[in-house]
Nanobody, 115 residues
Framework: QVQLVESGGGLVQAGGSLTLSCAASGSIYNINPMGWYRRAPGKEREVVARFIGTGLTNYADSVKGRFTISRDIAKRTMYLQMNSLKPEDTAVYYC?????????WGKGTLVTVSS
């Protein structure tokens, strides 16, 4: 089973940017659904952005135009570029993959946006 490790979280001021990375321990493929999720304090986990098929993505309305998901198959890594960050983006961010029916989650990376 592939394992995922997130990195890149930290403390940033509102309006700033961060790039999260999700490194996979094994091969990933363009047809594998992959995505970023987050859980804010006191809230349920929600989808942020995801690949839903080869070349197809969708984003939560709250991040459209600010966040960009991408992945490098050769590097076995997925990214989340986050711009114009807001305090309400504060959360633990998780990556996820459905690798031919085998679901894997990372342990998360904390993003804190100060006002």
């Amino acid at each position: 089973q592939v394992q995922l490790v997130e990195s890149g979280g930290g403390l940033v001021q509102a309006g700033g940017s961060l790039t999260l990375s999700c490194a996979a321990s094994g091969s990933i493929y363009n047809i594998n659904p992959m995505g970023w999720y987050r859980r804010a304090p006191g809230k349920e986990r929600e989808v942020v952005a995801r690949f839903i098929g080869t070349g197809l993505t969708n984003y939560a309305d709250s991040v459209k135009g600010r966040f960009t998901i991408s992945r490098d198959i050769a590097k076995r890594t997925m990214y989340l570029q986050m711009n114009s960050l807001k305090p309400e983006d504060t959360a633990v961010y998780y990556c996820n993959i459905d690798r031919f029916g085998a679901i894997a989650w990372g342990k998360g990376t904390l993003v804190t946006v100060s006002s």
